[in-house]
């Protein structure tokens, strides 16, 4: 379950266009029952996030 939940989620979102932050955020699923609390890294990019 906690995989699939993961893999649910887009590894990277990117606007086309734009001058923007990219933004590295690590996604967590529940954790599992023998303890292990699964997680990945996604990548953000756009343009709510201006550049600075």
Same mark, same amino acid.
């Given at each position: 379950? @906690?995989? +699939?939940?993961?893999? @649910?989620?887009? &590894?990277? +979102?990117? &606007?086309? +266009?734009?001058?923007?932050?990219?933004?590295?955020?690590?996604?967590?699923?529940?954790?599992?029952? &023998?303890?292990? +609390?699964? #997680?990945?890294?996604?990548?953000?990019?756009? #343009?709510?996030?201006?550049?600075?």
């Amino acid at each position: 379950m @906690s995989s +699939e939940l993961l893999n @649910s989620v887009p &590894d990277v +979102e990117i &606007d086309p +266009e734009g001058t923007f932050k990219y933004v590295l955020i690590r996604v967590y699923a529940p954790q599992t029952k &023998d303890g292990n +609390e699964p #997680s990945k890294m996604i990548v953000r990019g756009n #343009s709510r996030g201006p550049y600075h």
